[in-house]
Structure formats: C-alpha cells, structure tokens
C-alpha cells in the first residue's frame, strides 16, 4: 500500500476550529530517474476537503531544477505527452496524476536524494509540501518510514 509520507498545508481562506486540511496528497509513487535521462515521474492522489476549487499553477521540488505538469493523450493511436498549465481540483474532489494521463514530470536532478520534496502553489499560495521516497526497485510501491 502506498501511503503519504509528510504533509504540510497552509489553509486557504477561513476556517473555523479544528479543520482538516484543505488539500491532501495520498498514493504518492515518484520514480527514480531513468539512466541517462535525468527525469522522473510523479503520480499522486490530491483531495480538496474545501468549499472552493484549488488550481494548482504551480509545482516546485529542491531536488529537480524544473517540475512540470504533465498529461499523456492519445491521438491518432499515438501516446502524446503535453505540458498543462494548471490542475484545477474542485471542491470535495479528488484528482489522481497516474501513468497515462495527468502527471509530474521532475527534470534534471540537482543531485542524489533518496526522498524528494513537492510543494504545491496555487497562484502564491503555498497549499501542500509532502516528502516522499524515491521508488527505486521497478514496482508501484512506496514503503513508509
């Protein structure tokens, strides 16, 4: 079972009392890079336990000079990779980044880490930091700590 690691989240807007947070990261499975290629992947669930829509503009890690967002289409019976600008998670709803579809993209190592560290923007607001294991054998599987 894959399981989240560390969450921080920083509530946007008010709220009252003791809230659970607004964004929440699950199933988190980021890949080591292939040989040679300097790139990853990341693969994630991200619940919004708000009252309003979180658009995620932006996605940053201090292990990987650039973290784009990713999603994979298929056109004319070939698998197509384009960046997307924004992850718009409604209220209540969960969104799933996964293989062969909307995805992090982690390029260009900026050296060697055995857990990588994601934080999540909307506009400037920092909504979620979650640190995770890097999976290192080739199976879906994250074992926590």
Same mark, same amino acid.
């Not at 992947?41 to 708000?50: P, Q, V, W």
């Given at each position: ?14 709220? %009252? ?29 991200? /619940? #919004? #336990? ?42 209540? /709803? ?43 054998? %080739?199976?879906?599987?994250?074992? %926590?700590?």
């Amino acid at each position: 079972m894959r399981i989240l690691i560390v969450f921080l989240s920083i509530l946007l807007g008010s709220c %009252g009392g003791a809230a659970q947070s607004p964004l929440v990261a699950s199933e988190i499975v980021v890949t080591a890079p292939m040989p040679g290629s300097g790139m990853s992947a990341a693969y994630l669930n991200l /619940k #919004n #336990n708000s009252r309003q829509t979180i658009s995620i503009s932006r996605v940053t890690s201090p292990q990987f000079a650039s973290v784009q967002l990713h999603e994979t289409t298929i056109e004319d019976g070939i698998a197509r990779m384009r960046a997307v600008p924004e992850l718009a998670i409604p209220a209540g /709803k969960t969104v799933t980044l996964q293989r062969g579809g909307k995805h992090l993209m982690l390029m260009r190592p900026t050296g060697s880490a055995a857990t990588v560290s994601l934080q999540f923007f909307d506009n400037d607001a920092l909504v979620l930091s979650v640190e995770t294991a890097i999976e290192t054998s %080739g199976k879906d599987k994250l074992d %926590g700590r």
